[in-house]
């Protein structure tokens, strides 16, 4: 029994343990905290979120989760759905939140979209973005307080980040949030209502809005347009700005006595990652990472920081500089400002690359870990969808994949065409001006006031792996451009889930792009995507400011790769077995079934309900060696999921189809 007894505890004692190591904070909120692309092709102006930084502070084993997505307000983070009625991002985040973690909560900035018109006293619920601080606001933040209690965790509420807008030296009321008077003469003071909600709840509050805003009174607006908000507009930040923010919320933290365990604010020297997977690519391609370092206080005073790179890397201080083993960065008086370094994979044989990015100064030393895999896919069989997009929306499908059809969302397309009779295509390597497919917004209006993506306004390409294959994406491009003036933003996104809950921003076009200006939009990591997974590519557009009859253009989207055999999978796609692919698989009445027999073969085909029912079935006798197409008709199928399988030899397909 005694025996027993000890085990026990010895039990709960390692369960104790494994949970204090494994103690997450989490961070939910809009683009100023976003987990930003570290690519440098993909993310040139190198903007990060806030709360992306808060890794380098953090210590003793605590765990970041940052689940922030932009453009999202209290409201749409809590509520919003995708086209299929699922919920997309605060019910995909709460079943990672244990008893015991810490959840930081800041809304604000997208809050304020359509000015706070959200007024209840007319028996209304506005459908837009924006909510009323005293209303919908409070409302929202008080609901993730609760649902945060109930799991056991422990919620802490920031107020916004300030924005890059004055009134002589000082940030300006809106900068501050507070951008105006409700219908009913209340302050529409985001910060103010948010001091509130933590006062009458009991919730520990960080004011980010007046931290930052002293910060920047501090610097002063040039400076602050140098450093902090650096990256083309006065909402995001770049990576010193990003570090600042973070490190500012994190010293209050410790004064209030926060999570004082796992938080370290004055690191001597600061370092923006403490490791970076760059992931899969072939022999002799290369893919860089940004890293920014800087020092407070260090010792000796003056001196320098010696930089080197493990087998399989080199480092440089400029992104198309020189590249090396190792390399120094000078600083004086303590003190070392932002400074940029760059990280090259450019591996030169298949196999595994791990080690340390060393940075020894004096008698101290610190790591960041670099991982890349080298690979190559023998005996793969090559797949490709493309949509030229100069006509229509029809694509081209090579290989044994399943494309999915284009899906726009709030977005329509008005005509093909060039996007000016003297169209730029930026690199150049376009010299024939194609039409291309010119996209507008719903009601063709684009609204002011918008700084970032809308999460459900988009326009979606993708394809799906056959079961028993993997599809190694190794190469995504596209071209896209605004027609009709030089407001257009976009970026670029991927997921492998239709909710984006964990996506990757794979283009950043939030500068000034050049109106009728088509840009080369490319990513050239390898992503798996296993059988029956699908891989997305959404573009999300918005206009910089009010305005009709601009169009964000489209041409020549492809998604290609190798398909590899799953050793379990019942598909196989070598030369000597047929393949199959159905595309699209959702529509609304017919779809098609492509396969390639190489030896004569019976072939069968049956759409059955997701109960089993056959609902259609084709059944061909001895058909010869060829390429064939059978149209499936489900015009009289009930909306729903179905399964259509294809039966050949030894040899079965199995593809999921959604009839709407």
């Not at 990256?231 to 570090?243: F, I, N, S």
């Not at 492998?496 to 009728?516: H, Y």
């Not at 009930?638 to 294809?646: K, R, T």
């Amino acid at each position: 029994m005694e025996k027993k007894f000890i085990a026990f505890i010895l039990i709960l004692l390692s369960f104790t343990i494994d949970n204090q190591a494994q103690l997450t904070i989490h961070t939910i909120g809009d683009s100023t905290m976003e987990q930003k692309s570290e690519d440098p092709t993909a993310n040139p102006n190198g903007q990060r979120g806030w709360a992306q930084m808060l890794s380098q502070f953090i210590v003793n084993g605590a765990v970041l989760n940052n689940r922030s997505k932009s453009g999202t307000s209290s409201k749409t983070f809590y509520e919003e759905k995708d086209s299929y009625g699922n919920y997309r991002f605060w019910p995909t985040v709460k079943p990672q939140i244990k008893a015991g973690d810490y959840v930081i909560i800041q809304f604000g900035h997208n809050d304020e979209k359509d000015g706070g018109w959200q007024s209840s006293q007319d028996g209304l619920i506005y459908s837009g973005i924006g909510t009323n601080p005293w209303e919908l606001y409070t409302v929202y933040l008080t609901k993730y307080v609760n649902e945060v209690r109930e799991l056991g965790a422990i919620p802490i509420l920031l107020t916004p980040i300030v924005r890059n807008s004055w009134t002589g030296t000082s940030i300006s009321s809106t900068g501050a949030h507070n951008i105006g008077t409700d219908s009913i003469g209340r302050a529409l003071d985001y910060p103010a209502a948010m001091r509130k909600v933590a006062t009458d709840m009991n919730v520990p509050l960080i004011d980010h809005t007046l931290l930052t805003k002293a910060a920047c009174e501090q610097y002063g607006q040039a400076k602050v347009t140098e450093l902090i908000y650096n990256v083309g507009d006065g909402t995001h930040l770049g990576e010193y700005g990003a570090t600042l923010y973070a490190r500012l919320a994190v010293q209050d933290l410790i004064r209030q006595g926060i999570l004082t365990d796992y938080l370290n604010a004055n690191p001597d020297l600061l370092i923006s990652k403490k490791s970076y997977d760059f992931g899969k690519c072939y022999v002799n391609t290369s893919s860089i990472c940004s890293i920014s370092i800087s020092g407070v206080d260090l010792v000796p005073a003056t001196g320098n920081i010696n930089i080197t790179a493990p087998a399989g890397f080199s480092v440089s201080t400029q992104q198309n500089g020189v590249f090396s083993s190792s390399i120094q960065v000078d600083y004086t008086l303590g003190n070392l400002n932002a400074t940029y370094i760059y990280v090259k994979y450019n591996p030169e044989s298949v196999g595994l690359s791990e080690g340390n990015l060393e940075f020894t100064y004096g008698n101290n030393s610190k790591t960041v870990t670099l991982k890349g895999e080298c690979v190559a896919f023998e005996g793969g069989q090559t797949a490709k969808a493309f949509w030229l997009l100069s006509a229509d929306q029809s694509y081209v499908s090579e290989g044994p994949i399943t494309v999915i059809p284009e899906f726009f969302s709030k977005m329509y397309t008005s005509s093909y065409a060039v996007p000016n009779a003297t169209t730029t295509w930026f690199d150049g390597l376009v010299t024939t001006s194609p039409k291309t497919q010119r996209n507008v917004i719903d009601g063709n209006a684009w609204p002011a006031g918008e700084i970032d993506i809308v999460n459900d306004r988009f326009i979606q390409f993708g394809v799906t792996a056959v079961k028993g294959t993997t599809f190694n994406i190794d190469s995504i491009g596209m071209y896209a451009g605004g027609a009709g003036g030089s407001g257009m933003r976009f970026k670029v996104y991927t997921a492998k889930d239709s909710l984006f809950t964990e996506s990757e921003m794979i283009a950043d076009r939030n500068v000034a792009n050049a109106g009728n200006t088509m840009y080369p939009i490319s990513y050239n990591k390898i992503i798996e995507v296993k059988g029956e997974q699908s891989l997305y590519l959404r573009v999300y557009p918005w206009y910089n400011g009010a305005a009709t009859g601009k169009t964000i253009c489209l041409y020549g989207v492809t998604i290609k790769g190798v398909v590899t055999n799953d050793a379990t999978g019942i598909n196989n796609v070598s030369e000597s077995k047929p393949n199959a692919f159905c595309f699209p698989n959702i529509t609304n009445g017919l779809t098609t079934l492509k396969y390639e027999l190489k030896q004569p073969s019976d072939v069968k085909i049956e759409v059955k309900s997701i109960d089993g029912k056959s609902v259609c079935m084709y059944d061909i006798k001895n058909q010869q060696p060829s390429y064939y197409q059978q149209i499936v008709d489900m015009s009289s199928c009930s909306n729903g999921l179905y399964f259509c399988i294809i039966k050949y030899e030894k040899s079965i397909n199995v593809f999921k189809i959604i009839k709407q």
